[in-house]
């Protein structure tokens, strides 16, 4: 069954429990779409010597073969997915899908990754490749640094022994699968009249993130 009204302005609570109802049964399936749209990077290079759906899994077996927590391996595998659909930054893809589950520091560390990376290249465009230093006092610096360095920037070698994406599934379930922005959580749908709840307001569910 689908809501009644055309417009926003005409609907009701009952419109919302039954959009809801949807709503919630969608989100259980956005490993499936995550999964897709990694495997939809397989195929062209664009020039590198491995396509990025090896890279993103070649970075994500450095990180756990380095002894990463899990949540950081997940980072790892998702950090380029929005490759295709934002070229010219790609990092804030990763970012939306990661953020309601993640520490404020791996979020930051996925978002400003680019220019993280930008070290090992930037100077080859007459770029400043130190401009990530500008970031030197934030606590996310270190651990970008690494994620750069030692994971992301070593993984273009197509002789590397990569792990399989059935391998990262069960923790890319397990980390989508968290109480989105701590527990936060979906509000329930109420009547129109009912007071509002607090708590749920996730307008600034990271306040460590700046
Ligand atoms: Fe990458």
Same mark, same amino acid.
């Given at each position: 069954m689908n809501a009644t009204f055309t417009r926003f302005d005409h609907s009701q609570a009952d419109d919302w429990r039954e959009i809801d109802l949807h709503f919630r049964d969608y989100r259980e399936g956005v490993v499936d779409r995550v999964v897709a749209h990694l495997l939809r990077?397989?195929?062209?290079t664009h020039g590198y010597p491995v396509d990025r759906y090896t890279h993103c899994l070649q970075t994500a077996t450095r990180a756990e073969r380095a002894g990463a927590d899990e949540e950081t391996v997940v980072c790892a595998l998702l950090h380029d997915i929005g490759d295709d659909l934002a070229? $010219?930054? +790609? /990092?804030e893809i990763a970012a939306a899908i990661l953020e309601p589950f993640v520490d404020p520091l791996n979020l930051w560390m996925i978002r400003h990754h680019e220019l993280f990376q930008g070290?090992?290249?930037?100077h080859f465009y007459g770029? $400043?490749? +130190? /401009?990530?230093?500008?970031?030197?006092?934030?606590?996310a610096y270190p651990r970008t640094v690494r994620f750069c360095d030692e994971w992301d920037q070593t993984?273009?070698?197509?002789d590397y022994d990569t792990l399989t994406l059935a391998h990262f599934r069960p923790a890319l379930e397990r980390v989508l699968g968290r109480p989105p922005f701590e527990g936060a959580g979906l509000p329930e749908v109420r009547n129109a009249s009912a007071e509002p709840s607090p708590g749920i307001d996730t307008r600034n569910r990271h306040p460590k993130s700046t």
């Open positions: 990077l397989e195929g062209d070229p $010219d930054n +790609h /990092a070290y090992h290249y930037r770029l $400043d490749r +130190h /401009a990530r230093d500008d970031y030197r006092d934030h606590p993984s273009f070698d197509p």
